[in-house]
């Protein structure tokens, strides 16, 4: 198979407009050529439709065709790291219209002086084009990315620069990340002033992710415009590599401590493990007859001379369910798309809390959406990271909840559970199918349901550090 068919494909377009104005430029080459004007007074104007329009578009094709099959060629020879970009940046442009200023005068007027300043302009054009190129062609850059990034959270893109010259230097990279979500697109930059031969020398730069989702990094462009800034070369590396961007999460206030007692744990029951096995301080009450003396607080007890005990909540045999209602309406507003937003971080937030606090308890986390996702696991520690992952690629959209939906959460979810249902629907109304709807009071009174609605009502229950 041919370097060019393993390549890169070619891109046709730019490929037929190059191969036109090389054409066009020849052909107005050619007629000017067949009868000279140049010795002629007054055919100045002849001149500079026939013989410079004619070499500009020469050269600019000669450079479109030549730039496209030579990228393809080194992207095929030598891989991913291989293909090269060139661009003239605003200065370099100005630069090469008093290039073309000069040699114009230098011929119409047969100035030699005007040819040796033209040579003497042109021959650092020339040097700063081949230096960049011979600087980039051993250097390589690469991406280390985070195992996972939070919204809201500042994490670190660490930037690896390898020079691979024997002899030289590689000064003043700049290297370019390209950074796409489905709502934004950013840029990552990292400055290297020097990068020894035969060395690696790292970066980072900081991102800051403002929507939870999937990011894709790349290409990553390594560019330089050193020693004049008349060129700019770069060398891309066409990987693309993925971030889960999780939802954030708060911190639960003592109102949702409260509310997360069951009716059946307010009454007395044995309990097979206690004292070390207690899940969360409460407060200290007087000791009574079958308190475990593991729990008394002998300073307390001391300095009131009484026997003092310390008083638990016990969280660890409740189950959790969390049903999340991800509504939106077919042309979605800026305050929907927010509320989407805090719905999801809050019911990370209380799955968090749960799986660090009841570790000996069942998780279950329903979402409706763009499309019905259950997951069902052992709260712990090591479900979280698999959880958040799920909940940061959920979508909103039109489904509707079941219509027995609480009669199917009894069968689906081990009692005792504390069962949760957040919503973005608007006026506590939540479609059960066809067009019939049920009010918030009938989920929190017949299927023994916290609602909570997505904006204000959540106020209560969650907090943030920068709030």
Not at 39 to 47: D, I, Q, V
Not at 290 to 301: C, E, K, L, V
Not at 327 to 332: I, T
Not at 423 to 447: E, N, Q, V, Y
């Amino acid at each position: 198979m041919s370097a060019l068919r393993r390549g890169r494909k070619i891109r046709w377009p730019a490929l037929l407009q190059g191969m036109l104005a090389l054409g066009v430029g020849w052909v107005l080459i050619a007629k000017y050529l067949e009868r000279p004007a140049i010795f002629r007074k007054g055919a100045s104007l002849e001149f500079a439709l026939f013989l410079g329009v004619g070499i500009v578009l020469f050269l600019g094709g000669i450079w479109a065709v030549g730039g496209e099959l030579l990228s393809v060629y080194l992207r095929a020879r030598f891989g991913k790291w291989s293909r090269y970009r060139v661009a003239m940046p605003r200065e370099a442009m100005g630069y090469a219209v008093i290039l073309l200023t000069l040699i114009t005068g230098a011929l119409i007027g047969r100035s030699n002086m005007l040819m040796l300043v033209f040579g003497l302009m042109a021959g650092p054009f020339v040097l700063n084009g081949w230096f960049t190129f011979s600087m980039l062609r051993r250097t390589r850059g690469r991406r280390q990315l985070p195992a996972r990034a939070m919204v809201g959270e500042s994490c670190p893109v660490v930037v690896r620069v390898d020079n691979r010259n024997r002899w030289f230097s590689s000064w003043m990279l700049v290297v370019k990340d390209r950074i796409r979500h489905t709502r934004e697109e950013m840029q990552g930059l990292v400055l290297f002033t020097r990068v020894p031969p035969r060395s690696e020398q790292a970066g980072q730069y900081r991102l800051t992710p403002v929507h939870r989702g999937r990011l894709e990094f790349g290409p990553l462009e390594v560019t330089s415009r050193f020693p004049l800034g008349l060129m700019e070369r770069a060398v891309v590396a066409d990987e693309i590599e993925e971030l889960i961007v999780v939802p954030r999460v708060g911190r639960l206030t003592e109102r949702w401590r409260r509310q997360g007692v069951l009716p059946s744990d307010a009454s007395p029951r044995p309990r097979d493990r206690q004292g070390t096995f207690d899940d969360e301080f409460h407060n200290l009450r007087e000791y009574r007859r079958g308190d475990n003396p593991r729990a008394i607080h002998w300073r307390t007890s001391a300095r009131r001379n009484v026997l003092m005990v310390r008083e638990f909540h016990e969280h660890r045999r409740q189950n959790l369910f969390v049903l999340l209602d991800l509504w939106q309406p077919p042309r979605p507003s800026p305050a929907d798309n927010e509320r989407i937003e805090w719905a999801v971080s809050f019911a990370a937030s209380i799955c968090v809390d749960h799986c660090r606090q009841a570790d000996d308890s069942r998780l279950i986390v329903a979402a409706c959406g763009a499309a019905n996702d259950r997951w069902e696991g052992p709260a712990g520690p090591a479900t979280m990271t698999h959880l958040l992952d799920r909940l940061a690629l959920v979508e909103a959209g039109p489904a509707r909840l079941p219509a027995d939906l609480p009669g199917q959460v009894d069968m689906q979810c081990p009692a005792p559970a504390r069962k949760v249902l957040i919503t973005t629907r608007p006026a506590g109304k939540f479609w059960l199918g066809g067009d019939a709807f049920a009010h918030r009071g009938d989920f929190a009174a017949g299927g023994d349901f916290l609602v909570v609605e997505a904006g204000d009502d959540m106020a209560g229950y969650i907090q943030y550090d920068d709030c």
